[in-house]
């Protein structure tokens, strides 16, 4: 483990909720140069808490996951207080597939859940992107699937994977800011980057990467097939199929929908569902 990562430190906002869990975790990766991983909600207590964490350190960077509220609202406040530039992969709606931009043009699959629509970083981060200081390096991977703009940030030994990966939940992915193709996609890359540690923004670190990802991307083979067999007893929307589906309290059957509406649009790309109008929430959905 490096000296940067041996300094490493984790803020954790006062933001839980079923979907965050126990609050969006703030990393602080060094000690006299210290870059600030998801600086986490606009909540003046928690940006208090950073800057007594980091004391007579200086904030050389602000980086950002992805442009949920919960992660990247308190950038810009942290930013005056510091000085220190604020690094993602690019405005909020940026990174959308050609379709994800069509279904959302279109209208009728809602989403831009906790978006920060105003969110634009001083520095536009690539895939590949390398963020270094004496102390540390960070490689910005753009790691989509929760969000189309989501970045991850691998030190030497670990990454830093914000919501695309959890240890306490599944990922949400709500179209058109989720992709579920690109998702996969992820899960492949990220368990290719053969990491001694996953360091999400809610809950704890994942100590067996790879365990983990294959068994996120079986939960969601699961629940296509699920989906699938569902359909086989008639069409069906989105919601519909969630409460056929998932076992969750009635709080969290929108969040099941768009999970649901995110197979069913990768489903519908592959040829094995369709829709006899547009695709959107109230798309009734059938097998062929």
């Not at 959890?166 to 709500?174: D, F, K, Q, R, V």
């Amino acid at each position: 483990m490096t000296s940067a990562e041996k300094a490493l430190r984790v803020i954790t906002a006062d933001n839980p909720s079923p979907l965050t869990g126990p609050g969006t975790n703030t990393f602080l990766l060094g000690r006299d140069q210290v870059a600030v991983i998801d600086p986490g909600p606009d909540l003046p207590a928690h940006r208090a808490a950073i800057l007594a964490a980091i004391g007579s350190g200086r904030v050389s960077h602000i980086l950002v996951t992805h442009a949920h509220l919960d992660h990247s609202g308190g950038a810009r406040a942290l930013a005056q207080a510091t000085g220190a530039p604020i690094l993602g992969f690019g405005p909020a709606e940026a990174g959308r597939s050609a379709l994800m931009q069509r279904l959302a043009r279109e209208g009728g699959i809602a989403g831009g859940e906790g978006l920060d629509r105003g969110f634009a970083p001083d520095v536009a981060l690539a895939d590949g992107a390398v963020v270094e200081s004496d102390e540390w390096r960070l490689v910005a991977l753009h790691t989509p699937g929760h969000f189309a703009g989501h970045l991850s940030f691998r030190t030497e030994r670990q990454i830093f994977c914000g919501d695309v990966v959890m240890g306490w939940s599944s990922t949400l992915i709500s179209p058109p800011d989720g992709d579920l193709a690109d998702y996969f996609r992820t899960l492949s890359r990220l368990d290719s980057e053969a990491a001694a540690a996953l360091l999400p923004a809610h809950g704890g670190a994942i100590a067996d990467p790879s365990a983990r990802l294959a068994e996120l991307a079986a939960h969601r083979r699961t629940r296509t097939v699920q989906i699938l067999s569902a359909l086989r007893d008639g069409p069906a929307d989105a919601e519909t199929l969630a409460r056929r589906i998932y076992d969750v309290p009635p709080t969290l059957i929108r969040a099941a929908t768009r999970n649901v509406l995110a197979h069913l649009i990768a489903l519908s790309e592959l040829g094995a569902v369709s829709t006899p109008g547009s695709i959107g929430l109230e798309a009734v959905f059938s097998t062929h």
